[in-house]
């Protein structure tokens, strides 16, 4: 029956990780995979989120079912932390919002949304580079995709000239997906102003700006900061929809905790999109997992909580923010390596494009066993002050050749 079934590619970041897995050096690193490590290189638990399933448990929760769309307390926290307490659509009752399989889900589920319902040509614009994942998530939902120019690999930096260009050249109404902050996998966000100047040209050409945030408060540390894009847009009037996820701001990756929201004209529109929602979730899953949901819920609902929360995500931040500083310190300073390597530290988030070509990233795994993705994307986390030396005395040998 499967004869013809032809072997496909793995994933190309997944694929790292076999091959850190498979070497058998002490000095071996990861900085494949984008999840957050410690400063000892472990998977990190947070202290708020442990407290948070403490409460929880305290309350002996039954494991029944959620509704299609999730835990309401959830959802309706998770639009509060996206949107802003003074957000208009919010006060209005005009968020139409659904929880999700994390960040992954709630993309596939407004990927679907826009299929079935957008009523105009169903182009997606990505930029380039951008999350692997985005491009095959699109196709499978049934838009087409199309690309923005992101990247300038001349300056390591944003081409912004070449993004005003594509997005003024895009058809009216075409989709444009937009990282909220930490892009990945480049590190590089857009200021205010170069945002305001984007929100400016979706509207000129009435495109429909659809937000992926999945580092909300693991670029800057700061929440609202984070956020920037997605309240500017929703301020200037844009309906938009954000796709959020809680695997790398509370580290529950493996519990798949995220949100899908619209904004929409008004509470009875909102009661027609809920509905449509509900159609395209009850035959994918019929309902999310319920425990994620509950310690995000639990957290963002407690104030004490929150603000334990909040240090933690900013400790996070501020120790990849250090490791970006180690990294150019020693390669500037101490090493001279050739080259210029500012971007490593105005890069955000959990990434950074450290400009390194395939020729030497190769030459790191086989040398140094040094692993990452082959256009040369690091993830920070995967440095500590273990090893940060020995990436950058690596790094030095692989650019000196
Ligand atoms: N979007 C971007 C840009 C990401 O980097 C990721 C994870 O790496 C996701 C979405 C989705 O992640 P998850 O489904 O684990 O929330
Ligand atoms: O490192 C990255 O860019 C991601 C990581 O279900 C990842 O691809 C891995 C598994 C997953 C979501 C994201």
Known sequence: TWASVVQGPPDPILGITEAFKADKDPRKINLGVGAYRDEHGKPYVLQSVKKAEEAIAAQNPDKEYLGIT?????????????????????????ISVT?????????????????????????????????GNHIPLFRDSGLE?????????????????????????????????????????????????????ISDIVKERKLFPFFDMAYQGFASGNIARDAFAVRHFVAQGHQVAVAQSFAKNMGLYGERTGAFSLTVADPEEKARVDSQLKIIIRPMYSNPPAHGARIASQILGDATLYAHWETEVKGMADRIISMR???????????KTPGTWDHIKNQIGMFSY????????KALAEKAHIYMTSEGRISMAGLNGGNVEYFAESVDSAVRG
């Open 99 to 131: 929880q999700s399989i994390s960040g992954t889900g709630a993309l596939r589920i407004g990927g679907t949304f826009l299929a079935r319902h957008y009523p105009h040509a169903k182009a997606i614009y990505l930029p380039t580079p951008t999350w």
């Open 325 to 335: 500083e180690k990294i150019y310190s020693i390669l500037t300073h101490d090493l």
């Open 354 to 361: 450290t400009g390194l070509k395939p020729d030497q990233t």
């Open 70 to 94: 999730g835990l309401p307390e959830f959802t309706s926290r998770a639009a509060l932390l996206a949107y802003g307490a003074d957000s208009d659509p919010l006060t209005r009752g005009a």
């Open 145 to 197: 995709v199309r690309s923005y120019r992101y990247f300038n690999k001349d300056t390591i930096g944003l081409d912004f000239e070449g993004l005003k260009a594509d997005l003024l050249a895009a058809p009216e109404h075409a989709v444009v997906l937009l990282h909220a902050c930490a892009h990945n996998p480049t590190g590089i966000d857009p200021t205010p102003e170069q945002w305001a100047t």
